[in-house]
């Protein structure tokens, strides 16, 4: 058996990926002989293809999907990793996956000329609050985007909703990164886990309607609309993030239990995809017009808001 990886993984090969990955998400424990997954193919990845990449070899090791699987990369490979922060936390898994945490512990954000570069770990051993992720992500955000003081509200905004969304709801992975990437043009943020997905968190809160999971995708990023109903939880974090996606034209793409949801040039389509435990959320922005939370609340207080379902 080998797990394939296109020659190109960059946002919109997710879909082909998943369809050709689904499988491991039925090996658990089954210690599979003979797996190769082959990645000496590979000739231009993102950041997003690296973190999925990454979770897949993760989650294969840490539920006993594959007996010794062989691991074949190429030297771009191996320089990803590196310029990302994964190669130590890989070679980890490989070598002794019960060892594994202090690599995970060590993801680190790493500041350069033209770009910042954040992979973190959500540790369940931190308590995740607003306060405690404007102490740890704002600074360096403030330092590379010093010169506009409205693109860093922007970026801390959407890091943050996507940071406390993962917190919030994926406590069944243990090991959940976020990663953010920008330059002065364009910031991607990517956040993955193989916990309970979107589809599964929220649908329960809809037992009563026959919602299909395109249904609760759909509604996962409407204002208000939560998996904790009888909280303080508002339900705002999807919605902010799509409205923000939506006034800057950027790109938004959610995959979760065997759908997606995508928002480009501000219209919203939705399918069905291979199945992927957990889910994924890519968010990528143009800086040249950034908003804040402000900007929102007044759009909406004037009653413009729309969505294009297509």
Same mark, same amino acid.
């Given at each position: 058996?080998?797990?394939?990886?296109?020659?190109?993984?960059?946002?919109?090969? /997710?879909?082909?990926?998943?369809?050709?990955?689904?499988?491991?998400?039925?090996?658990?424990?089954?210690?599979?002989?003979?797996?190769?997954?082959?990645?000496?193919?590979? &000739?231009?990845?993102? =950041?997003?293809?690296?973190?999925?990449?990454? *979770?897949?070899?993760?989650?294969?090791? /840490?539920?006993?999907?594959?007996? *010794?699987?062989?691991?074949?990369?190429?030297?771009?490979?191996?320089?990803?990793? !590196?310029?990302?922060?994964?190669?130590?936390?890989?070679? #980890?898994?490989?070598?002794? !996956?019960?060892? =594994?945490?202090?690599?995970?512990?060590?993801?680190?954000?790493?500041?350069?000329?033209?770009? $910042?570069?954040?992979?973190?770990?959500?540790?369940?051993?931190?308590?995740?609050? *607003?306060?405690?992720?404007?102490?740890?992500?704002?600074?360096?955000?403030?330092?590379?985007?010093?010169? @506009?003081?409205?693109?860093?509200?922007?970026? $801390?905004?959407?890091?943050?909703?996507?940071?406390?969304?993962?917190?919030?709801?994926?406590?069944?992975?243990?090991?959940?990164?976020?990663?953010?990437?920008?330059?002065?043009?364009?910031?991607?943020?990517?956040?993955?886990?193989?916990?309970?997905?979107?589809?599964?968190? #929220? +649908?329960?809160?809809?037992?009563?309607? !026959?919602?299909?999971?395109?249904?609760?995708?759909?509604?996962?990023?409407?204002?208000?609309?939560?998996? &904790?109903?009888?909280?303080?939880?508002? +339900?705002?974090?999807?919605?902010?993030?799509?409205?923000?996606?939506?006034? /800057?034209? +950027?790109?938004?793409?959610?995959?979760?239990?065997?759908?997606?949801? !995508?928002?480009?040039?501000?219209?919203?389509?939705?399918?069905?995809? +291979?199945?992927?435990?957990?889910?994924?959320?890519?968010?990528?922005?143009?800086?040249?017009?950034?908003?804040?939370?402000?900007?929102?609340? @007044?759009? /909406?207080?004037?009653?413009?808001?729309?969505?294009?379902?297509?």
């Amino acid at each position: 058996m080998t797990l394939d990886v296109p020659k190109i993984f960059k946002a919109n090969d /997710v879909i082909s990926f998943i369809n050709n990955i689904q499988v491991i998400f039925k090996m658990q424990e089954s210690m599979t002989p003979n797996v190769r997954i082959d990645l000496t193919k590979i &000739k231009q990845i993102s =950041a997003l293809g690296i973190l999925v990449i990454y *979770k897949v070899i993760e989650y294969t090791y /840490v539920n006993n999907c594959f007996k *010794k699987p062989e691991l074949n990369v190429n030297e771009y490979i191996q320089q990803k990793w !590196k310029e990302y922060g994964f190669y130590d936390l890989i070679h #980890l898994y490989v070598s002794n !996956k019960d060892i =594994a945490e202090k690599g995970y512990k060590d993801l680190s954000i790493k500041l350069q000329d033209k770009f $910042f570069i954040a992979p973190q770990a959500l540790l369940r051993s931190d308590n995740y609050s *607003k306060e405690m992720i404007e102490k740890k992500f704002l600074p360096p955000i403030r330092k590379y985007y010093k010169d @506009s003081p409205k693109i860093v509200s922007m970026v $801390f905004l959407c890091l943050s909703e996507i940071l406390l969304n993962f917190w919030e709801h994926a406590v069944n992975d243990m090991r959940s990164i976020i990663v953010a990437e920008g330059n002065k043009s364009n910031i991607e943020i990517i956040c993955a886990d193989t916990g309970d997905g979107i589809i599964s968190t #929220l +649908g329960g809160s809809y037992k009563e309607h !026959k919602f299909t999971p395109i249904d609760i995708i759909r509604k996962s990023v409407e204002k208000g609309e939560t998996s &904790k109903k009888m909280s303080n939880h508002m +339900g705002y974090g999807l919605w902010i993030l799509n409205e923000i996606t939506t006034r /800057v034209r +950027g790109r938004l793409h959610l995959y979760s239990q065997g759908v997606y949801l !995508k928002n480009e040039n501000s219209k919203i389509l939705t399918g069905k995809s +291979g199945y992927w435990q957990g889910t994924i959320i890519y968010l990528s922005l143009p800086l040249n017009n950034p908003i804040t939370l402000t900007d929102i609340e @007044s759009y /909406v207080n004037n009653g413009q808001i729309k969505l294009n379902m297509v």
